[in-house]
């Protein structure tokens, strides 16, 4: 009677035992962290270094990726974010984004010509054009007054980016980005003018003769043109008689009747214009040479929402790689920008989970790239261009949730405060997470790891602020050894100009 | 239909509160239906070792946009629910003529997550799920419906419209203080006598450019 039962029991016992087995072996694979993996990890980080030599090549490609407001910190924290997301993780710390493994690292210094704390506008001035400038104002220098409209005089002190210099010799060019490409750090690569905010025609003054940003896109007449410019900005693009093509209640917000859009493709041969997934994924890179993507009436969705977008959005790492293929078309190589435009605008906004989950997707277009070229020929570089004052504070334990409270090594309950509250490792300086007098609230019923959870400040702003401390430069590839110590930011324009071997400022 | 809007223009049907009748829950209904209104708010702030205070307010209403505008400093809110159900917010700035927006994402990004039915009712859904019928009561020539919770710590009286689907009153108790909201007067949208100023040339900000500004 009891033969069936019997089996069945036998049969668990064998299925436990080699479950067992299993995860024993499994545990053996494991990596111990005891002295002599710290001794034989650390050997072989030396030999590596040892190998490397510089890459003396010339560039034939340079793709530049700038994390908009990523500082040191929000590295840090966004590699163990995803790390502990990875099955088998000692942790999370251990995790390595993209860009960390690049051989060569140096610092760069942010500070614009007028203030300690820079905006967006100078320092992508400073990067690609290797001019350092006032605050607000995109590839002119110092000597333009901030929203100067005379025309004349800001044409006067145009300093000339990388973009354009590629196009004169004969390079194709590309920018993709997260927020609007008329937004401070794509403009920088193709627009001069005193204000950055000077995006469309009905943001200026109606006596300013400068040109507007969009309007400076469209009218780019370096080389042949700009080849790819991808992002969000839709309104900037469209005249306020016509409505959005996603967002059918709004409409473009341009007063001189002009559709940049249709200049695009009446510009150019080969040109195409898209606003939406479907459209971005019609694109054949081989019959377009002159891409326009407006993905957004605004800056582009987060990461984390992007999947609710209405007419749906491609990733920034499909735009990097659909730009990759456009440009590579061109024997004598290319100029890509692409920037993670939206970390700043969740660092401002005080949410943590925005700002890593942001820096990840970065870190999956850097891998993209990577996959894409050849190390021989492309410089790849990967900077911001200011800091934020995001911190990872307290002593978590190994492992701790890093959107969580603090718990330190050993403890059952949450590390607190002097009034007995718990806090989080990761907050900020300043910003909206401010959360008041006399006490601070009890988070230990909070999930803080929620992707709408605002990390706590420690001084009440409407919106977090940049940071003035020096920020990371990553490189690889052609001439990426001269990425070394600590630099001025306009150091940044030097190394690419050297590795496309175009003379600097010219 | 406007013939039952203009409160003045109706003539009181002669009810009266009536104690006995059976309590029931605050009901709605669909979201869908909600008449387009305009309203001219009071509401009245009450402390103990202070001076009333009284603040005057306009609220108009169609089933995926309420405006609101505050008469003291002359700035408002404006709350649209796209079709797909996301809600967008914008701060006015009459004066200025300026508007902040906020997408759905912003929003959420600064762990607001909007209730579209709180925002068109005026009602928190959850306070309004623990009201029960008290009466009735004859307010601006109809008949008002009126509803409490019973926590003695935070009260909630208010005094429901059911054909406009709004509170004629509302009466709260909070950290001490008492507020009261009152209609003033009330419209159908297209009768309306409030002065609504257009928005249509003003200046927008992205909520997420606000960072790059100060
Ligand atoms: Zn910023």
């Given at each position: 009677m009891c033969a069936n039962e019997c089996k069945l029991t036998a049969m668990a016992v064998i299925l436990a035992s080699s479950l067992l087995t299993i995860s024993a072996v499994s545990n053996a694979e494991t990596i111990s962290e005891n002295p002599k993996f710290w001794l034989d990890s650390g050997k072989q980080s030396l030999a590596d270094s040892e190998k490397l030599k510089p890459n003396e090549n010339n560039a034939k490609n340079v793709i530049l990726f700038v994390g908009d407001g990523m500082g040191i910190s929000t590295i840090t924290a966004a590699r163990i974010f995803e790390g502990q997301s990875k099955p088998n993780n000692r942790g999370g710390e251990e995790n390595?984004?993209?860009?960390?493994?690049?051989?060569?690292?140096?610092?760069?210094?942010?500070?614009?010509?007028?203030?300690?704390?820079?905006?967006?506008?100078?320092?992508?001035?400073?990067?690609?054009?290797?001019?350092?400038?006032?605050?607000?104002?995109?590839?002119?220098?110092?000597?333009?007054?901030?929203?100067?409209?005379?025309?004349?005089?800001?044409?006067?002190?145009?300093?000339?980016?990388?973009?354009?210099?590629?196009?004169?010799?004969?390079?194709?060019?590309?920018?993709?980005?997260?927020?609007?490409?008329?937004?401070?750090?794509?403009?920088?690569?193709?627009?001069?003018?005193?204000?950055?905010?000077?995006?469309?025609?009905?943001?200026?003054?109606?006596?300013?003769?400068?040109?507007?940003?969009?309007?400076?896109?469209?009218?780019?007449?370096?080389?042949?043109?700009?080849?790819?410019?991808?992002?969000?900005?839709?309104?900037?693009?469209?005249?306020?008689?016509?409505?959005?093509?996603?967002?059918?209640?709004?409409?473009?917000?341009?007063?001189?009747?002009?559709?940049?859009?249709?200049?695009?493709?009446?510009?150019?041969?080969?040109?195409?214009?898209?606003?939406?997934?479907?459209?971005?994924?019609?694109?054949?890179?081989?019959?377009?040479?002159?891409?326009?993507?407006?993905?957004?009436?605004?800056?582009?969705?987060?990461?984390?929402?992007?999947?609710?977008?209405?007419?749906?959005?491609?990733?920034?790492?499909?735009?990097?790689?659909?730009?990759?293929?456009?440009?590579?078309?061109?024997?004598?190589?290319?100029?890509?920008?692409?920037?993670?435009?939206?970390?700043?605008?969740?660092?401002?906004?005080?949410?943590?989970?925005?700002?890593?989950?942001?820096?990840?997707?970065?870190?999956?277009?850097?891998?993209?790239?990577?996959?894409?070229?050849?190390?021989?020929?492309?410089?790849?570089?990967?900077?911001?261009?200011?800091?934020?004052?995001?911190?990872?504070?307290?002593?978590?334990?190994?492992?701790?949730?890093?959107?969580?409270?603090?718990?330190?090594?050993?403890?059952?309950?949450?590390?607190?405060?002097?009034?007995?509250?718990?806090?989080?490792?990761?907050?900020?300086?300043?910003?909206?997470?401010?959360?008041?007098?006399?006490?601070?609230?009890?988070?230990?019923?909070?999930?803080?790891?929620?992707?709408?959870?605002?990390?706590?400040?420690?001084?009440?702003?409407?919106?977090?602020?940049?940071?003035?401390?020096?920020?990371?430069?990553?490189?690889?590839?052609?001439?990426?050894?001269?990425?070394?110590?600590?630099?001025?930011?306009?150091?940044?324009?030097?190394?690419?100009?050297?590795?496309?071997?175009?003379?600097?400022?010219? | 239909m406007s013939k039952k809007w203009l409160w003045f223009s109706i003539i009181f049907a002669g009810l009266s509160a009536c104690a006995h009748q059976t309590s029931e829950p605050l009901y709605i209904g669909e979201s869908n239906s909600l008449p387009d209104i305009a309203v001219e708010f009071e509401t009245t702030v009450i402390e103990p070792t202070q001076q009333e205070r009284h603040y005057r307010w306009y609220f108009w209403r169609t089933v995926n946009r309420v405006e609101t505008q505050n008469l003291r400093d002359n700035s408002g809110e404006v709350w649209t629910k796209s079709v797909t159900g996301d809600v967008e917010y914008a701060r006015v700035f009459h004066n200025e003529k300026q508007m902040i927006d906020y997408r759905s994402s912003d929003l959420n990004a600064i762990g607001t997550e909007p209730n579209w039915a709180g925002i068109t009712l005026l009602l928190n859904p959850a306070i309004a799920k623990t009201l029960m019928s008290d009466g009735q009561t004859e307010i601006f020539g109809r008949t008002g419906i009126e509803y409490k919770n019973n926590n003695v710590e935070n009260p909630v009286d208010i005094i429901w419209l059911a054909d406009e689907k709004v509170p004629a009153m509302i009466q709260r108790v909070e950290h001490g203080h008492t507020l009261v909201t009152r209609i003033v007067t009330l419209y159908s949208l297209e009768k309306s006598a409030l002065l609504h100023q257009s928005t249509a040339n003003y200046r927008h900000i992205d909520f997420a450019d606000i960072g790059d500004k100060e």
């Open positions: 390595s984004l993209s860009f960390e493994k690049f051989p060569y690292v140096a610092l760069s210094k942010t500070y614009s010509v007028n203030q300690q704390t820079p905006d967006s506008a100078p320092t992508m001035t400073a990067i690609i054009t290797g001019v350092k400038t006032n605050d607000g104002e995109l590839s002119v220098g110092m000597a333009v007054a901030r929203q100067e409209k005379n025309g004349n005089v800001v044409n006067a002190n145009k300093v000339k980016s990388l973009l354009e210099q590629a196009e004169e010799n004969g390079l194709s060019t590309g920018i993709v980005t997260t927020a609007r490409l008329t937004h401070a750090t794509p403009a920088a690569c193709y627009a001069h003018t005193s204000e950055r905010d000077w995006e469309a025609d009905a943001d200026m003054p109606t006596d300013a003769t400068v040109s507007d940003i969009a309007k400076q896109l469209i009218n780019f007449n370096y080389g042949n043109g700009l080849e790819v410019a991808m992002g969000g900005g839709r309104s900037k693009f469209l005249p306020e008689t016509i409505n959005d093509p996603e967002e059918l209640d709004k409409k473009g917000s341009r007063k001189d009747g002009l559709n940049l859009t249709q200049q695009w493709l009446d510009k150019y041969p080969n040109a195409a214009y898209v606003f939406d997934k479907m459209g971005f994924a019609a694109i054949d890179a081989k019959k377009t040479d002159h891409l326009l993507g407006l993905f957004d009436i605004s800056h582009m969705e987060y990461e984390n929402d992007r999947e609710k977008d209405t007419a749906g959005e491609p990733s920034l790492t499909e735009m990097t790689a659909k730009a990759i293929d456009i440009l590579s078309k061109n024997k004598k190589g290319y100029v890509l920008m692409v920037e993670a435009g939206r970390i700043d605008h969740a660092h401002h906004a005080g949410n943590a989970y925005r700002a890593l989950s942001e820096t990840v997707e970065l870190s999956n277009a850097v891998r993209k790239a990577l996959e894409k070229t050849n190390p021989k020929d492309t410089l790849i570089v990967v900077t911001a261009d200011h800091s934020h004052t995001f911190t990872i504070a307290g002593y978590p334990q190994r492992g701790n949730p890093i959107l969580g409270l603090v718990k330190q090594p050993g403890e059952t309950d949450f590390a607190k405060d002097k009034h007995g509250m718990p806090y989080t490792t990761l907050g900020y300086a300043n910003g909206p997470g401010y959360r008041g007098t006399p006490n601070r609230v009890d988070l230990t019923l909070i999930d803080t790891a929620h992707p709408d959870f605002l990390q706590e400040a420690a001084v009440p702003l409407a919106s977090e602020t940049h940071a003035a401390e020096d920020v990371a430069i990553f490189a690889t590839g052609s001439k990426a050894h001269l990425f070394h110590g600590i630099q001025e930011e306009s150091y940044i324009y030097q190394v690419m100009a050297k590795a496309l071997k175009f003379k600097v400022g010219q | -």
